[in-house]
T-cell receptor
């Protein structure tokens, strides 16, 4: 079973601050997806990164896939209260019994205070 | 657009009871899956299906059964409920598996086992 370690588990910051969430593994993934989840709802896809070293930007959110495709990060610039939620990373297995299956990190609960 | 519909939204069971969680999607997706979400553990794959008539086990399959008689429906059965199965259950679908296609999640079923 592949493991994806996500940190930090909790993040409480003031509006306007920057933050980074990390996902790390010893396993190689075909791709890495980032989801955001609101209370009472299912996760919703934010972005998929596929190529090692790839960087994708979504407004104030920057996603990076590690060169070796074992890790990823999400950086939010000038966080806003509307960014509050649960952020989940998920890696698509590249081989063996994990091939084609998504492994989720534990999640980061982000709270942005006005 | 309905997307992925899960019923019921909430359920309380007694230990030993059985029940079926329903999941239906209207996007003609071939790949469907069931996850459970527990605090601090992200989402863990229970069972998945790559098409009608084909199912396989995920990371935590014990105590659960699935079937896929149609493309649209993918019910999850709890055979004899145990308190350890108290969780939030999410059904997801995607256009393909072993691919970078996004997972579309339902809003979850919150299940408590007394």
């Amino acid at each position: 079973t592949q493991l994806l370690e996500q940190s930090p588990q909790f993040l409480s910051i003031q509006e306007g601050e920057n933050l980074t969430v990390y996902c790390n593994s010893s396993s190689v993934f075909s791709s890495l997806q980032w989801y955001r989840q609101e209370p009472g709802e299912g996760p919703v896809l934010l972005v998929t990164v596929v190529t090692g070293g790839e960087v994708k930007k979504l407004k104030r959110l920057t996603f990076q896939f590690g060169d070796a495709r074992k890790d990823s990060s999400l950086h939010i610039t000038a966080a806003q209260p509307g960014d509050t939620g649960l952020y989940l990373c998920a890696g698509l297995g590249a081989g063996g019994t994990s091939y084609g299956k998504l492994t989720f990190g534990q999640g980061t609960i982000l709270t942005v205070h006005p | 657009n309905a997307g992925v519909t899960q019923t019921p939204k909430f359920q309380v069971l007694k230990t030993g009871q059985s029940m079926t969680l329903q999941c239906a999607q209207d996007m003609n997706h071939e790949y469907m899956s069931w996850y459970r979400q527990d605090p601090g553990m992200g989402l863990r794959l229970i069972h998945y299906s790559v098409g009608a008539g084909i199912t396989d086990q995920g990371e935590v399959p014990n105590g659960y059964n699935v079937s896929r008689s149609t493309t649209e429906d993918f019910p999850l059965r709890l055979l004899s409920a145990a308190p350890s199965q108290t969780s939030v259950y999410f059904c997801a679908s995607s256009r393909g598996w072993r691919s970078n296609q996004p997972q579309h999640f339902g809003d979850g079923t919150r299940l408590s086992i007394l």
